[in-house]
């Protein structure tokens, strides 16, 4: 059973602040990694991707991968109040193909302006 | 920005009706999907479907649950006989490549599904 783990939060960090997000995967065979983010009522919408071992810059999103420990994280630096909303960890078992992606149940950060 | 489309916004139904949801995903995507979520739940892979036929499907993919292209445009889910428990935001999806080789997948807006 494929398994994507996230703490559910609330997540409360101050605006300005770094946000640190986490997710484990239970599947070993895991290739690809997404992050994704949901405001309430709203479909999921891509941040970033991974797929290397390391880390993945994009403007304020640096996301992190380590699968010798099956760990994934997504670091959002100096936060805006705009980037409350829910952050869905997926992965994909393979490096491609028309595989659907396992989410995590997500978790809900909130900016404090 | 090119976006998927889905249609209706919202449908309520009775137990054991049979409902039709819609999609148009972007014109020059080739992978589409169905994904759902049920309030307060983790979003949910259902069917993935490339070159006309599913690619893969989950173990909620049962024999209720069809997909079909009628045309060059819909991508549409079928669910043969509803259940209290289908309801649900229903996404579409799509993309133009294979997921997980740097190709971005895009939500619709979705289908909240209400089986009464």
């Known amino acids: 059973q494929k398994e994507v783990e996230q703490n559910s939060g609330p997540l409360s960090v101050p605006e300005g602040a770094i946000a640190s997000l986490n997710c484990t995967y239970s599947?070993?065979?895991?290739?690809?990694f997404f992050w994704y983010r949901q405001y309430s009522g709203k479909s999921p919408e891509l941040i970033m991707s991974?797929?290397?071992?390391g880390d993945k810059e994009d403007g304020r999103f640096t996301a992190q991968l380590n699968k010798a420990s099956q760990y994934v994280s997504l670091l959002i630096r100096d936060s805006q109040p705009s980037d409350s909303a829910t952050y869905l960890c997926?992965?994909?078992?393979?490096?491609?193909?028309?595989?659907?992606?396992?989410f995590g149940k997500g978790t809900h950060l909130i900016i404090q302006p | 920005e090119p976006e998927v489309t889905q249609t209706p916004s919202h449908q309520v139904t009775q137990m054991g009706q049979e409902v039709i949801l819609r999609c148009v995903p972007i014109?020059?995507?080739?992978?589409f999907y169905w994904y759902r979520q049920i309030l307060g739940q983790k979003v949910e892979f259902l069917v993935s479907?490339?070159?006309?036929?599913?690619?893969?499907k989950s173990e909620i993919f049962d024999d209720q649950f069809s997909v079909e292209r009628p045309d060059g445009s819909n991508f549409t889910l079928k669910i043969r006989s509803t259940k209290l428990e289908d309801s649900a935001m229903y996404f579409c999806?799509?993309?133009?490549?294979?997921?997980?080789?740097?190709?971005?997948?895009?939500f619709g807006s979705g289908t909240q599904l209400s089986v009464l």
């Open positions: 991974i797929y290397s071992n």
């Open positions: 997926a992965v994909n078992r393979r490096g491609g193909g028309a595989d659907g992606l396992t």
């Open positions: 014109s020059n995507h080739l992978y």
């Open positions: 479907f490339y070159n006309n036929e599913i690619s893969e």
């Open positions: 599947d070993r065979v895991s290739q690809s």
């Open positions: 999806a799509s993309s133009e490549g294979m997921t997980g080789v740097d190709e971005k997948l895009f």
